[in-house]
């Protein structure tokens, strides 16, 4: 594992050593870094292709996530041929602290009251914003559940649950449902009284519970069946019901939300460049096309004026749909999650 | 020149040019061996050990716990405040100081945010004082603890054992001695043995359902034979995710398997067979089985029926011929398919992952976790140590008991 990661690194290394001597001979065009597939493909049309119109040279390139690589990029601190990353927000923290990101300068990309305070970051700037909801298949369920707490009732809706294998996200889940307003998770899993509290919750429905690992399992568990219940990301269950005609349902109420930022790597020469991409792709009429194509929510606080009221309904970003949302702790999280996971298992073991 | 002395001088030089010859044929496997296993199993050994990340960042504070660790029982100085203070600073503004939070985030309950919240605090009001204790203490009262300190002084390096104690559900306490770790923390062990039950069992089953497969696969017709291999050798030419994919259709609560118990009337509800345990056993029993068969059969093919015969002909009954003449003559490659199953199967990662529960994940599946999602690349390595530990000890009773000149891997 270790050496792969090194000959990784050697290999990313190489090739920026490369990409430095292209960049002493050239001016490069800006290179735009996010997360591939139709996610990019989308970005493509809606931010890439209108920004190139307007005269600036620009590439866009995929990756797919982890701060080893950022790190690899910034180390030396020469230009590794990467501008604008679209970064996780663990990614964003971390690489933050580590120094790996241009401090964002808020006038440059259009002034801070033009984004919605979650978008807000020293190093990063907000641009999607996607939820863990609670999914139910409407063709199998009678009435629909109204939150987690229903998702811990097994006498008024029978049958196997699914949540993310790992203590991330289901911790937050098992205190809401036991009361907790959702504003005040992170205050009560702080201590350690909230951690114990949060596991005896999940103890309750422990015998039903189904853990999935990958983002594409939750709409296959409920379109067989296998579950009645279970956590999901808002963007797949939109999917596969666009898709694939399912007749999925959404419950927003106590969903966690999560936003992925645009960053700029401090050791790129087109930090001018940069900003003014983010700033063209932070603005209301361009990002209000985004969920045409794909069920994420966007940052600029003019842009739901411009997105169609049924479409809206399906994004985070919804007023009533944001409402009761909580905002995924990523400082939480980079802290304990070595240590909730170690725990989760040790919990998962018992009987 | 004495002849004889060149004649001698030939032929040695023949000899060597014949054993260089030698080596550099070996030469490209010996070299990829070294790349791809020794160097790896060395680094990680390395890794499990060596603890430079801190000290790197706090040299001052690093050098100063060293000394400090012959006598863990006094406080820690005002010059270790100072140089605490100078250190986090520095690192602070140097921004490496992350590095140091996630070290000691390791070993202390919110250790990162204690680093980076001081780091920061130090950085905004940087008035000197005389009194470096009184001031971090302000900011926050942990860093007066004996156990902070005790984690710096463990993580100052070169060497440290907190990986490997971890990997083995032990730490050290205030006065720093080696205790267990307290029960919601204690996993490694335990999943150590669920590791070794749950690739006991399938080799188990391996050698049960694959015994009588080996055996009519190489007493078979040659065509039916070879008709036979292919569809033991089937399952090798279908990725390891699709395998396990089928089996979560077929295995599933609507599922062919449960409707089929269903419908015979075996059973009136869904059993649970996938996503627990069950599932993890079938599917990598059937994952493992052309592992068993292959070693087993090839030794049932070199032996001579003629044994049989002749323990039948002197009248021994059919059930005890087995047993006593054919199956010892079987042993080396029995010995040789449990022990490929046995080991194969400590290292699974991907078939439990997929149609397992939380309580099936075997110890590579926490190598993975620390090594690609937290980046724990020092635990990582110490739960690969305990793996390989683990299976090195095994594998040496088993050659005791089977004697392993006896196993044949073909």
């Not at chain 1, 490069?28 to 970005?43: E, H, I």
């Not at chain 1, 999560?258 to 401090?266: A, E, G, R």
């Not at chain 2, 292959?294 to 039948?312: D, V």
Request: proline content about 5%; hydrophobic content about 45%; some cysteine.
């Amino acid at each position: 594992m270790k050496t792969k990661g090194k000959l990784i690194v050697a290999a990313a290394a190489a090739v920026s050593a490369g990409l430095v001597a292209f960049g002493a001979m050239a001016n490069r065009p800006l290179t735009v870094v996010s997360w591939g597939g139709a996610y990019q493909d989308a970005q493509k049309k809606v931010f890439f292709e209108p920004f190139k119109a307007t005269g600036v040279q620009m590439i866009d390139e995929s990756w797919d996530g982890g701060v080893g690589v950022l790190r690899s990029k910034v180390q030396g601190g020469t230009d590794s041929g990467w501008d604008v990353v679209q970064v996780e927000s663990e990614e964003l923290e971390i690489g933050c602290d580590e120094g790996m990101f241009v401090t964002i300068d808020w006038d440059r990309v259009g002034g801070k009251d033009s984004y919605i305070p979650q978008a807000h970051h020293e190093c990063g700037v907000g641009n999607i914003l996607y939820n863990f909801i609670l999914a139910y298949d409407k063709d199998k369920l009678k009435t629909a559940p109204s939150g987690w707490v229903d998702f811990f009732d097994t006498t008024k809706f029978p049958g196997k649950r699914g949540l993310r294998q790992g203590p991330k996200t289901n911790l937050e889940i098992a205190l809401i449902a036991d009361g907790v307003p959702p504003a005040d998770v992170y205050k009560v899993l702080a201590t350690d009284e909230g951690v114990d509290r949060a596991f005896k919750k999940l103890d309750t429905i422990k015998k039903d519970l189904i853990w999935w690992k990958s983002g594409a399992q939750p709409p296959q568990l409920l379109a067989s069946g296998e579950v009645v219940l279970t956590s999901a990301y808002n963007g797949r269950i939109d999917a596969a019901n666009r898709n694939d005609k399912r007749n999925f349902g959404i419950q927003w109420n106590g969903s966690l939300f999560t936003l992925d930022s645009w960053v700029i790597l401090k050791t790129s020469p087109n930090i001018d460049v940069g900003y003014k991409f983010i700033e063209f792709a932070g603005r209301a009429e361009h990002q209000a096309k985004l969920p045409d194509h794909i069920a994420y929510g966007v940052t600029n606080v003019k842009a739901n004026e411009k997105i169609d009221p049924k479409r809206l309904a399906d994004l985070p970003t919804h007023p009533d749909n944001l409402k009761n949302a909580v905002q995924i702790s990523d400082r939480f999280w980079i802290e304990n999650i070595d240590r909730l996971t170690e725990r989760f298992n040790t919990w998962a073991a018992q009987n | 020149m004495n002849p004889q002395k060149e004649l001698l001088r030939d032929l040695k030089r023949a000899e060597r040019r014949r054993r260089l010859m030698a080596l550099a044929l070996v030469a490209p496997l010996f070299l990829f061996l070294m790349v791809s296993f020794v160097l790896p199993i060395g680094d990680m050994l390395r890794r499990s050990l060596v603890d430079t990340e801190l000290s790197e960042v706090w040299p001052r504070t690093s050098a100063l716990t060293k000394v400090w660790v012959w006598d863990r029982i006094s406080e820690p100085t005002l010059e270790m405040y100072r140089a605490l203070a100078e250190d986090i600073r520095e690192s602070a503004e140097k921004r490496t100081i992350a590095v140091a939070a996630r070290r000691l985030n390791y070993a202390l309950d919110n250790g990162r945010s204690l680093v980076m919240n001081t780091g920061r605090e130090l950085r905004r009001q940087a008035a000197n004082t005389e009194d470096w204790r009184a001031r971090l203490v302000e900011i926050d009262p942990a860093w007066g603890d004996r156990k902070t300190w005790l984690a710096i002084a463990q993580a100052a390096g070169p060497f440290t054992d907190f990986y490997l104690l971890t990997a083995v559900d032990m730490e050290r306490n205030e006065k720093d001695l080696i205790v267990r770790r307290p029960p919601e923390r204690s996993l490694y062990l335990q999943v150590l043995g669920r590791t070794l039950l749950i690739s006991a069992t399938v080799t188990l089953l391996a050698l049960v359902l694959g015994f009588p497969v080996a055996y009519l696969v190489a007493n078979a017709p040659k065509r039916v034979a070879g008709l036979l291999m292919i569809l033991v050798l089937l399952p090798f030419w279908t990725s390891l995710l699709v395998r396990s994919a089928a089996w979560i259709v077929l295995l599933q609560d609507r599922g062919l398997v449960n409707d089929m118990l269903q419908a015979v009337g075996v059973t009136s509800e869904p059993v649970r067979l996938i996503f627990n345990r069950t599932g993890v056993i079938v599917a990598m029993t059937h994952v493992l089985l052309p592992f068993m068969i292959l070693p087993m059969m090839a030794t049932m093919k070199a032996i001579p029926p003629t044994y049989m015969r002749a323990a039948l002909s002197l009248g021994a009954h059919p059930a005890i011929a087995f047993v006593r003449v054919y199956l010892p003559q079987t042993l080396p490659g029995v010995g040789a398919g449990v022990l490929l199953v046995f080991i194969m199967a400590l290292g699974y990662y991907v078939t439990p992952a997929l149609v397992g529960g939380a309580d099936d994940q075997m110890l590579a599946h926490f190598i993975a976790f620390y090594t690609t999602s937290s980046a724990n690349w020092g635990l990582a390595a110490a739960l690969g140590v305990l793996l390989l530990t683990a299976t090195a000890i095994l594998y040496l009773v088993y050659a005791r008991l089977v004697g392993i000149g006896q196993v044949k891997l073909g």
